[in-house]
Every structure is written in structure tokens, then in C-alpha cells.
């Protein structure tokens, strides 16, 4: 081979989701330039000896809260990708319930500016979709990487839109290719229970959980897909956390629809005996439920139903979630940095593969947004988004040692085994033998710009309805068709 190589990493295993192998990774430009043997690489201006370590594709988190801008004391773009480098993931996507939430072009473009500054990451950023934003959708879908939609209230108070609007809204993103992404909890149902719960005088961690039973997100999970079957939008489910929900789910990739299925640690890792313990540090947007949810969701990850490894990064300070009424503590912790940690341990145990791990974490996402196979895969030709880990390293979670500007966890304590040593984005150490690289700051870059998502196939579009009420449509980088024009065909 003929060309140099910026990078070269020696002695490595190589984790595919299908296979994990002995070879070289020579890196140019912040691209994979080969993967091989050791002799057949290029001359490098630096090695890295991984002798000993796994080389995985970096994490793609496809569910942070950055919190930027509007709460600079919980989180902001720079510690919350700094905390993404520490736990082996290079690529975030930001949820929009930001001040001002991400809901018109000029709030988009100015995070995008704001996050370019700050990302130690690369990112990809939500644009809200609500009852007063979709007629924005067009000029969003230019630059988000896809849609959030709150189906239920939740951190940020955003408003629910009505089922009518839902549909509305999935129709018009349908014709952008984007995918919409669902916090699947009805409100009206967690309303009633909440009042009932508080007319009650409960003010303890379990009434939390009481107000929001599982049928809430079952609920929220069947009518988000009909309604996505309906138009052809894409949707993604987020944080499942019951055994309940996967039924509707699995009934629904059944049909053909485009919907895949999120999960994150605190759903496979913690449950309701744990509300004791952790009090309102546990309270989070779906609650962490009953135990018996736990060997479902491992399940559904190894079958397929469930897609993605998530985080729901959700940074919050530690007088926010320490209040005695349960009520007024903030939902949410920290995750983006101890994920990938908590599920090696996994790997450790055996419970599953690091292929596996490697398919949920990073090929699945990149697959799912559009951004396979530029990202979430080590093969020649793809960004070199790597994550150099350990898998025999032990580790105790320690709250106040997170990047995370949010010291207060669940998981604080947790003994892991298996941990990140080495990030790199598009061929950059951000981390480096854990460290933070301070240089990378500025480093991240969104990646709407290598996002292809061709258009879905068109569904159920009402020739009369879309003939005398024109959403507003988009002719896309592919030339789809706009919903009027389906219509008629
Ligand atoms: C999230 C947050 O704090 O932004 N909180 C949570 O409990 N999960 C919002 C969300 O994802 O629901
Ligand atoms: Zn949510």
C-alpha cells in the first residue's frame, strides 16, 4: 500500500456485529483508509498498541439531554460531550426540550452553532414536533437529524399534541424520509393517576411509579404505530421500559412498519425495589418498573425487537433530585458515560456477546438514522469513530468523578468490568488513556450532513383530505413524491 496513514492501531481485536477478529486499522483523514494485517499496512505517523484490547465502533447515543442551551448548571455541550468521549461514544443526538425548545429554523440554527463550538462529539439534533411547530417540518428536516414528539409530559413541560395533530405531523414528516422518535407515554391516563395519587397524600418515590403503570406506554406504543402504518412515517420508540410494550411492538414490525425500539440501562439494570434506596434519584420518565420487566427487555434486545442501546442522558443538579416530595424532584440522571461500562460487565458475565453489544450500541443506530456506513461500523471507508476498550478493566461508578456536570446517579457504586481507554472521532483521540483531549472541544460536527434516508413507501394518503388541505410538503433530495402527488397516483 502506497498512501500514509495519520494513524495506525496494531494488536487489536476488531468487533463486527457478526464477528470479532485480529487486524490492523489504518486511519487518514478521519477515515478507515484499511483494515488488515499488520504488515500490510501503511507508514503511519503515529501507532497505538492495542495489544490485548478490543476496537469497536464508537457509541451512538441516539437519546441525550445537553440541556443547551437554557440550564447551564445542570448540563451543557461541552461536559455533556465530554462525558460522551469518557464512555466510548462519538456520536450524540440531542433531544429538543432545551429553552427555547428546538421547534423553528432560527432556535435550530443557532444550537447548531452553539453545539459546533462546544461538541468534543459529533451530534445530530432534534427538531421538536408539536402541535404549533409542524409547520416548520419542512425547513427542519433540512438539517435535524429527525424528530422528537412528547406523547406524555416530561422534563420541559412541553406540550402533548392531540392525536388529530399526531397524524398530521407524521404525515408531513412521512414526506421529509426523517424518522420520528416517541416519548410513548399517554398523558391523559398519567394525569388522572398523578391526581390520584397526590389527592392521596402520596408523596413517596413508588407513587411515581404508581402514576405512570405500564399501560401508559402501551397505550402510547399501539396508537403511535397505527398512526405511523397509517401515513408511512418512521418512528422510534424510546426508553421501553415494560415487557408491555413489546407486544404492540413486535405486532408492528410484523405489519411492515418502520418502527424500531429503544431500551436503556436503568430498565435492564435497576427496578422497583430499588425506589427505597435511591428515593427521587430514581425517578425518571418512563419509571424504572417491577423486575420482572428485566429478562423481557434482555430478550427482545436478542431477538431483534429492540433495536438500540440508549441512554436518555438526562442531567439534572444533586438539590434537584434530593427533595422529599416526590413530585417536585427533577426525572432523569446521567448515562452517556457509564453505559457502555455497565453493559461489558454484561459481556463479562456472559449474559450476551460483544458482537452484540457492538449491533445495539453502534451498527444498529447508524443503520436506523441513515447513517450506516460511514458510522457505526470499522471497515475502510468509514468515519474512524472508535472506541479502544478494555474488557478486563474493573471500575466502581463514582458520582463525583463523572465529565457529566450532574454528579447524581443510581448507578453510583456499581462495580463494572470492561471500560473504554481510547475515543477517537473521525480518526481524533477525544479521550486518550482516560483523559480528556481539551483540544477536541470544537472537534464534533452534526451529522445531518452524511444522513440518507431514502423516502418510505407511501401509505394510506386521502386523495379529498390532502386535495382541499394542503400540509405543507417538501421535495426532497430525492425528488419524492409530496402527499398531494401520491394521492393520485
Ligand atoms: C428527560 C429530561 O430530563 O429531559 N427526563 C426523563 O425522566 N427521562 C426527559 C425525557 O426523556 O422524558
Ligand atoms: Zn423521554
Same mark, same amino acid.
Given at each position: 500500500m502506497s498512501a500514509s496513514a495519520?494513524?495506525?492501531?496494531?494488536?487489536?481485536?476488531?468487533?463486527?456485529?457478526?464477528?470479532?477478529?485480529?487486524?490492523?486499522?489504518?486511519?487518514?483523514?478521519?477515515? #478507515? &483508509? %484499511?483494515?488488515?494485517? =499488520?504488515? @500490510?499496512?501503511?507508514? *503511519?505517523?503515529e501507532t497505538l498498541d492495542a495489544s490485548g484490547l478490543h476496537v469497536l465502533p464508537g457509541v451512538i447515543d441516539d437519546h441525550v439531554h445537553f440541556r443547551d442551551p437554557g440550564y447551564p448548571h445542570k448540563e451543557d455541550f461541552a461536559s455533556g460531550t465530554a462525558a460522551a468521549a469518557?464512555?466510548?461514544?462519538?456520536?450524540?443526538?440531542?433531544?429538543?426540550?432545551?429553552?427555547?425548545?428546538?421547534?423553528?429554523?432560527? #432556535? &435550530? %440554527?443557532?444550537?447548531? =452553532?452553539? @453545539?459546533?463550538?462546544? *461538541?468534543?462529539?459529533?451530534?445530530?439534533?432534534?427538531?421538536?414536533?408539536?402541535?404549533?411547530?409542524?409547520?416548520?417540518?419542512?425547513?427542519l428536516a433540512k438539517t435535524v437529524i429527525g424528530f422528537k414528539l412528547y406523547m406524555g409530559n416530561t422534563f420541559g413541560k412541553i406540550p402533548t399534541p392531540s392525536t388529530g395533530?399526531?397524524?398530521?405531523?407524521?404525515?408531513?414528516?412521512?414526506?421529509?424520509?426523517?424518522?420520528?422518535?416517541?416519548? %410513548?407515554?399517554?398523558?391523559?391516563?398519567?394525569?388522572?393517576?398523578?391526581?390520584?395519587?397526590?389527592?392521596?397524600?402520596?408523596?413517596?418515590?413508588?407513587?411515581?411509579?404508581?402514576?405512570?403503570?405500564?399501560?401508559?406506554?402501551?397505550?402510547?406504543?399501539?396508537?403511535?404505530?397505527?398512526?405511523?402504518e397509517w401515513t408511512g412515517a418512521r418512528i422510534h420508540i424510546l426508553h421501553i421500559s415494560s415487557a408491555d410494550e413489546l407486544r404492540p411492538l413486535r405486532e408492528a414490525k410484523a405489519r411492515g412498519v418502520d418502527i424500531t425500539g429503544e431500551t436503556c440501562p436503568q430498565y435492564l439494570f435497576l427496578s422497583a425495589d430499588d425506589y427505597g434506596?435511591?428515593?427521587?434519584?430514581?425517578?425518571?420518565?418512563?419509571?424504572?418498573?417491577?423486575?420482572?420487566?428485566?429478562?423481557?427487555?434482555?430478550?427482545?434486545?436478542?431477538?431483534?425487537?429492540?433495536?438500540?442501546?440508549?441512554t436518555d442522558h438526562a442531567p439534572h443538579a444533586i438539590e434537584e433530585k434530593t427533595r422529599n416530595d416526590i413530585?417536585?424532584?427533577?426525572?432523569?440522571?446521567?448515562?452517556?458515560?457509564?453505559?457502555?461500562?455497565?453493559?461489558?460487565?454484561?459481556?463479562?458475565?456472559?449474559?450476551?456477546s460483544i458482537c452484540d453489544y457492538v449491533r445495539w450500541s453502534a451498527a444498529n443506530p447508524a443503520r436506523i438514522w441513515g447513517l450506516y456506513p460511514r458510522k457505526g461500523v470499522i471497515q475502510a471507508g468509514a468515519d474512524a469513530d472508535i472506541a479502544v476498550v478494555d474488557l478486563s478493566r474493573e471500575w466502581t461508578i463514582d458520582d463525583a468523578k463523572l465529565q457529566s456536570l450532574s454528579r447524581i446517579t443510581p448507578f453510583h457504586g456499581r462495580r463494572t468490568r470492561g471500560l473504554p481507554l481510547h475515543t477517537l472521532v473521525r480518526g481524533r483521540f477525544v479521550m486518550r488513556e482516560r483523559e480528556l483531549v481539551a483540544a477536541a472541544r470544537g472537534w464534533g460536527r452534526s451529522v445531518h450532513t452524511i444522513q440518507q434516508l431514502p423516502a418510505p413507501t407511501p401509505r394510506n394518503i386521502d386523495d379529498t383530505i390532502t386535495a382541499i388541505v394542503r400540509f405543507p410538503t417538501v421535495a426532497g433530495p430525492t425528488g419524492h413524491a409530496t402527499p398531494h402527488q401520491r394521492g393520485k397516483r
Open positions: 495519520d494513524l495506525v492501531i496494531n494488536g487489536g481485536k476488531i468487533v463486527t456485529p457478526d464477528a470479532v477478529f485480529e487486524e490492523s486499522v489504518a486511519i487518514a483523514d478521519g477515515v #478507515i &483508509l %484499511a483494515v488488515g494485517a =499488520e504488515s @500490510a499496512m501503511p507508514s *503511519a505517523r469518557f464512555g466510548g461514544v462519538t456520536t450524540v443526538f440531542d433531544m429538543p426540550n432545551t429553552i427555547p425548545p428546538t421547534g423553528t429554523p432560527e #432556535i &435550530l %440554527a443557532a444550537k447548531h =452553532e452553539m @453545539a459546533a463550538q462546544k *461538541a468534543h462529539v459529533d451530534f445530530g439534533l432534534y427538531g421538536l414536533l408539536g402541535e404549533d411547530t409542524i409547520r416548520h417540518v419542512p425547513e395533530a399526531m397524524l398530521e405531523a407524521f404525515e408531513v414528516v412521512a414526506a421529509t424520509g426523517k424518522r420520528v422518535s416517541l416519548h %410513548a407515554e399517554t398523558n391523559s391516563i398519567m394525569e388522572r393517576r398523578e391526581t390520584r395519587m397526590r389527592d392521596a397524600g402520596r408523596v413517596d418515590p413508588l407513587a411515581h411509579l404508581a402514576s405512570r403503570p405500564a399501560v401508559v406506554a402501551v397505550e402510547a406504543v399501539s396508537r403511535a404505530a397505527i398512526l405511523a434506596r435511591f428515593a427521587g434519584v430514581i425517578r425518571v420518565n418512563p419509571p424504572v418498573r417491577e423486575k420482572r420487566n428485566q429478562e423481557p427487555l434482555f430478550a427482545a434486545l436478542a431477538d431483534g425487537t429492540i433495536d438500540v442501546i440508549a413530585w417536585t424532584v427533577d426525572c432523569g440522571f446521567p448515562g452517556v458515560e457509564t453505559q457502555m461500562p455497565m453493559m461489558l460487565t454484561e459481556v463479562a458475565a456472559g449474559r450476551f
